[in-house]
DNA sequence: CAGCAATTCTATGTATACATAGGGCTTCAA
DNA sequence: TTGAAGCCCTATGTATACATAGAATTGCTG
């Protein structure tokens, strides 16, 4: 309460790079700045009501989430999202999910997926509620990441399925789920649970498989209905691309 | 040799934040810079020869990387290396490298890896040539990295790749490896480029997690006999960790 | 009318000056 | 002597002014 705001809450860190980096994220994540849109510096930091310094700071970590890419000379540019890419993000995905999963089934802490499991064999009821149902849903599918996090206790295996998650919050956008499809990935979900919970850490890697192959079949579906880009040229070097050598 | 050079070639980018980013990565990477050191801003442009504004870009990079933390308010530090994280970073290694192996047996092109072959047949007899020799076994590896990374033609799991190997070349450097367990190591890897070869992706992954599982042996082996760090308290976030939410 | 080249303009890259916050040290009091 | 409180100093965070490179446009020439 020493500034102007009396009490933000956990809203610690007022830098403008961060503020400049949350709500550029934010943007990109919801469509609000469509892939392939030019980002200017001047324009961006007078938008958003931060200095170029800061922005840039913003900027370069958003091309270490592999969200904006640099052209050469001419500006920044929000990455696209082909078809392509979003084959190739899910193959990297169940590498790392797989082998997640397996190791949380040796390491996790059993009272904490117990509780998951309550919540996801309730999933299909709360689905019957409308839009509040559905935002539910998705936080309890963050609560369990946020469980495989904890049970992998791995820096570097969580800092890379982050980078994968990143990527695939712009993809849930782009593919309107169907609710059919959200209970059998609610189901699909309470599977891997369980294996977890069994500590059965093959069951819980093909479980995990199976799910993502499904997950990836109902996005491209959805997609190939709807009007997407096909192909696209491929988005140049997803995560940094400093090669020092 | 890099300044005043008229034409270095290749070298096209000569942005002071480039050759900010490339000293410090290397110096790191090299041990020059011990893990702990404090990264002061003001010295280290004095030092490199730069402003504050390009360090402050390569910092930024560099924290990307995971090779630099930086502290709430106070300074930057050289990340340090446990044996913990060492053991956490073999469990990405091997999940992304088994995947990657098991897909460029399904994609490769045949002719870079009948020449790979080739050499790896012929390492054994580079190792006898003194430090020389294990520098040109060193640059096979890099080719051999560089061939999967073209067969699996995937951006993002080539980058998360990069990420994983820049973490490995301090290690490396960490444990220095006997002829012994190089002359191994080769066999491994012809192991894997034969499966390669042969569009056997299942032999390509568990050969590839052999080979993970022996390296990992012998870097702890030879990090117990020298005296390294024992634990210490892991490093915080092995990735960028700036969670938007 | 088409192609090339020079110029200009724009946006990034860099440097520096200023603001601010956090930590360490000193000093005073109990 | 020890504890705490306040001051100072240092290092990061931010803003702005300047340099520079690349691209598009426009004009000229064949």
Not at 28 to 52: C, F, K, M, N, Y
Not at 134 to 160: C, H, K, Q, S, T
């Amino acid at each position: 309460m020493y500034t102007e705001t009396p009490t933000t809450g956990s809203t610690g860190p007022v830098r403008a790079s961060e503020r400049a980096y949350r709500q550029l994220r934010g943007e990109i994540l919801d469509g609000l700045l469509v892939p392939g849109t030019g980002l200017l510096e001047v324009e961006q930091s007078a938008r958003i009501g931060v200095s170029r310094t800061p922005l840039r700071a913003a900027i370069a970590r958003l091309i270490a989430d592999g969200l904006v890419a640099g052209r050469p000379g001419r500006g920044f540019m929000v990455t696209e999202m082909s078809v392509d890419s979003i084959r190739e993000l899910y193959e990297v995905r169940r590498a790392l999910e797989e082998h997640a999963a397996r190791i949380a089934a040796e390491r996790r802490d059993p009272a904490v997926f117990e509780a998951l499991r309550a919540q996801f064999v309730a999933a299909p009821e709360l689905l019957r509620h409308g839009d509040a149902g559905l935002r539910r849903y998705y936080e309890l599918i963050d609560e369990f990441d946020l469980a495989l996090d904890a049970a992998v206790a791995n820096p570097f295996l969580v800092g890379a399925l982050a980078g994968v998650r990143t990527h695939l919050a712009r993809i849930r956008r782009l593919a309107r789920d169907n609710p059919h499809r959200l209970r059998s990935a609610a189901a699909e979900h309470l599977l891997i649970v369980d294996a977890v919970l069994a500590g059965d850490s093959s069951l819980a890697a093909h479980a995990t498989h199976v799910h993502l192959h499904q997950s990836l079949t109902s996005v491209l579906g959805t997609l190939g209905e709807a009007g997407v880009v096909p192909a696209g040229p491929a988005p140049r070097s997803a995560h940094h691309s400093h090669s020092p050598n």
